[in-house]
């Protein structure tokens, strides 16, 4: 069975850093672009990030492109994304998952990783 566990989120001040992780399990990893999406209180889950399956090419949503850097480990099954400059808009529940088109993906969500931007 495919899994997302998401970890790395948490509490940070404007301005500061965080390093979210991603372990995919139960599908062909190095098979498939995989991409960070966000979601918050009364917004749709949108698409923050993305990365091809062999790494050689990431997007950005504009609202956080030159600040955060998704990256990807296919011998570890792991995807990453580094998040720089952090605002309190960036505070969202951060989740990992194999992109279709839009914002529909290949498999279930998992339970995803709290970040919240504060001073």
């Known amino acids: 069975q495919v899994q997302f566990v998401e970890s790395g989120g948490g509490l940070v001040q404007p301005g500061g850093s965080l390093r979210l992780s991603c372990a995919a399990s139960g599908f062909t990893f190095s098979s498939y672009g995989i991409a960070w999406y966000r979601q918050t209180l009364g917004k749709e889950r949108e698409l923050v990030a993305r990365?091809?399956?062999?790494?050689?090419?990431?997007t950005y949503a504009d609202s956080v492109k030159g600040r955060f850097t998704i990256s990807r480990n296919n011998v570890a099954n792991t995807v990453y994304l580094q998040m720089n400059s952090l605002k309190p808009e960036d505070t969202a529940v951060y989740y990992c998952?194999?992109?279709?088109?839009?914002?529909?993906?290949?498999?279930?969500w998992g339970r995803g990783t709290q970040v919240t931007v504060s001073s």
């Open positions: 998952n194999a992109p279709l088109s839009g914002v529909r993906v290949r498999y279930s």
């Open positions: 990365i091809t399956n062999s790494g050689d090419t990431t």
